[in-house]
Structures are given as structure tokens and as C-alpha cells.
């Protein structure tokens, strides 16, 4: 079967799966709290779980690294890994966790990252990668995803791309979700990789062109909707990193403008505290420290009366060990406080 037919045999629940919108996994960041809070703010943007080393849940902490909330949903798991039999028992677990997609990460160039053997640096090793995904496609009815880079190295023009993607389309993978830079193995730091090595937009833009009945999804350096909006006329969907974690609350319109929910209200920023700070109290009881969950809350007020202070009650409040969810209240009438004044002022100069 050729790669445009292998293509078009994705599965149902791939096909189902709306991919318009989603948040990029993230090392430390993206964790359950997170998905969690970005969830109440959107209903239909895919997320993604930090990358899980299939190792690690090879050697038994399925648990540590799979459990969630089954209000995420839509949600992704990306693995790391780069040994079949390994993958294929976490692809796997994910079924059985109930996740909707498993993800291979060929994009991360850390040091730790490649010493396993994995991450970027499996791009040079594309029949590997295709090994992979096979296996992890025998081992689930899930759709199985790639999210990779456009090059590694010197590595890095888009005839080599091509192939890649070619070979591991070959193997059964559907859609790509493509960083549009390339990585350097060595001398730069993972956040040097996110930012030094150019963008090349054009690369995704002739993969989506010279391989239609891929699902092409598109990351890196996007930073608004109406960007998002732009990228869909000419891929099939958007990854949003950083910018979705620094200011959560971007995700507001994504269900009406990206996914055509004409329904979808946003929510105000105090019905997604709310939200959240009903979750926090249940985590705490189960002994959970609030400074885990409350720094994801920091960005939700960027650009607003207040924000300074919110931020400042919150890290401040939530680094004491008895801290619980006063601390969240306390951030909140700070913001109320000082954005009163402003909308009074703002009615008398009506």
C-alpha cells in the first residue's frame, strides 16, 4: 500500500478525532492541573500530556504517568521512546487508560532525551521510526501520530523531510504534527532549539501540498487565533506551545472561531477560577501542594488590571507547605480590587 493509501485507510477514530486546534506537549508544564485548567476554558482544543518515557511505564508506573481527569478529554498521550516491544505495551496502556490518540515524540533534542536513544535524533533513523509506529499501530485500535521536526543537523532540506515522512506514512501514520524548525543534536539547549534554528513554514506548507491525504498539522512560533485562523486554509490544523501555557486564557474563542461551535460562550476569567479552585481543594485533600497546581494559574489575567498582583499574591501565598485555596481567593480580589477603578473610570468618561 502506497503512502497516499495509507493515508486515506486512517482509522475512524482518527478520521473523528478534530485536530483544528491543540496545545503542544510540554516537559514540566502540561501536566494534569494544567489540562485541567485548559480544559474550562476550551471544550474542543485537543491537548497533550507531557512526553511519558515508555520506560517508565514499561517498568511498571503506568499510574504515575497515566492517570487524568476524565474532563480532558479530548486528550493525547505522546511517548518517548524508541524500542518496539516497549512502545507497543504503552499504546497499549493508553487504550486502556482511555486516552484518544498516542503520540511519538521525534522532535525533543535534549541531552537526556537523546542518550535514550530517542526524541530528534531518531530522525536520522527513519525505517526505525517506521518500525515503531507499526508496532504501536499492531498494538491499539487508537490513531497513532508522529510530532516531529523538519530536520536535524545539516540534515535539513526537504527532500530528506520528504522521505522521512514518506517511510514512516508507509508504516501506518497518518497525520504529522510538524515543528517547523530543525533541531540541533548538539550545542544548543533545548530552549535554544525552540528559538535559534529558523522557522520554515514553507516545508509544512509543500508537505500538506505534495502529500494531500496526509493530516498535516503545523507548530511553532504561532501565537494567536487569528494566526491559527490563517495556518487552517492551508494545513489541516494548528499546535499552539508556550503562548497557550503563558496566557491560558487565548483559548476563550478558539470553540466559536477555530472548531464552528456557535454555542460556545467563553467563560469569564472568574468562572475558570472557580473551575479550578473547586479542583485544587479536592487535589489538596488527596495531599497535593498548591504551589503545583497554582502556577498554572499565573498567566490567566495577562494584560489586565490586576495581573502584577495576582501573579504576586499566588507565587508568594502558594510557597508556604500549609497553603490551600485562601491563597487563590486572596489573588482574586487583588484583581477585582484594581480592576474596579478602572471600569468606573471608564464609565465616567462615557
Known sequence: MGVCQQAVARTTSETMLDRRLSVAPMMDWTDPACRYLLRLISRHTLLYTEMVPAQAVWHGRVERFLAHHASEHPLAVQFGGADAEQLAFCAREAEAWGYDEVNLNVGCPSDRVQSGRFGACLMAEPGLVAELVAAMREATTLPVTVKTRIGIDHQDDYASFLRFVDTVAEAGCGTFIIHARKAWLKGLSP????????????????????????????????????????????????????????????????????????????????????????YVAGELARGARLSRMSRHLVGLFQGLPGARAWRRTLSEGAARADAGTEVIDRALAEVTDRAAPEAAGMRASA
Do not use: C
Open 191 to 278: 530552549r535554544q532549539n525552540r528559538e535559534i534554528p529558523p522557522l520554515r513554514y514553507e516545508f509544512v506548507e509543500a508537505l500538506k501540498r505534495d502529500r494531500p491525504g496526509l493530516e498535516v498539522i503545523i507548530n511553532g512560533g504561532i501565537t494567536t487565533l487569528a494566526e491559527a485562523e490563517a495556518w487552517l486554509e492551508h494545513v489541516d490544523g494548528v499546535m499552539i506551545g508556550r503562548e497557550a501555557y503563558h496566557n491560558p486564557y487565548l483559548l476563550a474563542e478558539a470553540d466559536r472561531r477555530l472548531f464552528g461551535d456557535s454555542d460556545a460562550r467563553p467563560p469569564s476569567r472568574e468562572a475558570v477560577v472557580a473551575g479550578y479552585r473547586e
